[in-house]
Structures are given as structure tokens and as C-alpha cells.
């Protein structure tokens, strides 16, 4: 079982053929997940950027592209590596996780969940190793402490924030790295430190911004 988190920007004026794609894919991705290749996958949009979760069985690497197929990468703008490669869906890092799959059967949904919600912030760029830091800290000192399928990912200074709902909440299997107890008790004051405001939302979206969803299956 592997947890993947990608991110891809759209063509400016491709947004809508995009999503019609992305959903005419779903009956090859039900296919995908009866054939016990994936367990689940959900993909998100804010105006051009896409935000792709999903969750692999087998121990080959699945890439996004055998999932969307190439078809879409007309419709997405090259986002070059390191080494100069032409890339369409970039790796956004796990830093957060409530809880860490031992075996497929451990992972698997008793009940499959409502929805799935993706959710974005922006942090204060001189903010983000502390932000890193705190949030190791809390993992591992606190295994297993909120929704099992929580997860957040990070390219640059943007979190992705991948749930399900209902939440579902379970003891962690695996011990946590760390036998300290630092974990701050007053831990959402403090992470507004870190955040950037959204200027055009509610003020229950005032950090933490609901994202569309395309497609969770």
C-alpha cells in the first residue's frame, strides 16, 4: 500500500475539457479499483490547478498517468524537474498523517465514505520548516490522534489537506517515532502563525479553503 499526492496546472481556457475528461476516465478507474490496483482515488481543482489523491495495492509504481492517461497532457502546462524533465503531474510531500497503512486489509473502508474533501493553505514562506517541524513532532508523538485517511501534502508553501467524511478515527498500529510529549496543548493558535489568509472566502475559509471536487471513486 503506498499514498500518493500530485499536483498539475491546467492551460488557461482548459479547465472545462479537462474535467470532462477526467470524468469520462472514471469507468477505466472503477475498472482499476475492482482489479485491486488502487484502493481509492479523488481528484480536486482550484480555478487551473489540480490536485490528485489516490491510494496504490500493488507494490509497482502506479504512476498518474496510467491512471488519467496521457491523453489530458495536451491540456496541462509542462512543469519542469530538477534535471530539466518534462513533467505534467509533480509529487507533493507527505509532512502530515494521522495514521500510515500496515497491510490492505488494515487500509481497506469498512463503509465507503460520503465524500472525500480536499482543502488548501498558503503558508507564510519564513514559517515553513517550523510548521514541518511541529507537525512531525505531533505525528509521531501522537499516532493515530484524528481521522485515519487525514493526510497533508506540500509543494513550495502550499498545504493539500486530503480527508474523508464522515471521519473515521482508529489506534494507530505502528509506535511513533518519537517517547517525547512536546506536542503543544495550544496547537490551532498556534498554527495560525504560520497561515496566509484567503482574501474572497467565508471566515470558516479563512485558512483552510474547500476545493472542488471532479471526481472520488
Same mark, same amino acid.
Given at each position: 500500500m503506498k499514498r500518493h499526492i500530485f499536483k498539475a496546472h491546467i492551460k488557461k481556457g482548459m479547465e472545462k475539457p479537462v474535467i470532462e475528461f477526467i470524468r469520462d476516465? /472514471?469507468?477505466?478507474?472503477?475498472?482499476? &479499483?475492482? !482489479?485491486?490496483?488502487?484502493?481509492?482515488?479523488?481528484?480536486?481543482?482550484?480555478?487551473?490547478?489540480?490536485?490528485?489523491y489516490y491510494e496504490s495495492i500493488e507494490d509497482n509504481y502506479i504512476k498518474p498517468k496510467d491512471l488519467i492517461g496521457e491523453t489530458v497532457e495536451s491540456f496541462l502546462e509542462i512543469l519542469p524537474g530538477v534535471m530539466g524533465q518534462e513533467r505534467y503531474w509533480v509529487p507533493m510531500a507527505d509532512i502530515f498523517h494521522y495514521n500510515s497503512p500496515?497491510?490492505? /486489509?488494515?487500509?481497506?473502508?469498512k463503509t465507503k465514505p460520503e465524500k472525500s474533501v480536499g482543502r488548501i493553505?498558503?503558508?507564510?514562506? !519564513?514559517t515553513l520548516s517550523r510548521y514541518i517541524y511541529y507537525h512531525y513532532q505531533y505525528q509521531e508523538e501522537k499516532p493515530g490522534d484524528?481521522?485515519? #485517511?487525514?493526510? &497533508?501534502? &506540500? #509543494? !513550495?508553501?502550499?498545504?493539500?489537506?486530503?480527508t474523508e467524511y464522515p471521519t473515521y478515527e482508529e489506534a494507530a498500529i505502528q509506535k511513533g517515532k518519537l517517547n517525547t510529549t512536546h506536542t503543544p496543548s495550544n496547537w490551532? /493558535?498556534?498554527m495560525e502563525e504560520h497561515f496566509l489568509s484567503w482574501e474572497d472566502v467565508s471566515e470558516e475559509e479563512r485558512y483552510w479553503r474547500y476545493i472542488e471536487t471532479i471526481t472520488y471513486l
Open positions: 476516465r /472514471e469507468t477505466f478507474l472503477n475498472q482499476m &479499483i475492482r !482489479e485491486q490496483k488502487i484502493m481509492t482515488i479523488s481528484i480536486f481543482r482550484f480555478h487551473q490547478t489540480l490536485f490528485l500496515v497491510s490492505v /486489509e488494515h487500509w481497506r473502508r493553505l498558503q503558508l507564510k514562506p !519564513e484524528g481521522d485515519k #485517511y487525514g493526510i &497533508i501534502g &506540500i #509543494y !513550495e508553501n502550499l498545504l493539500f489537506f486530503y490551532s /493558535e498556534l
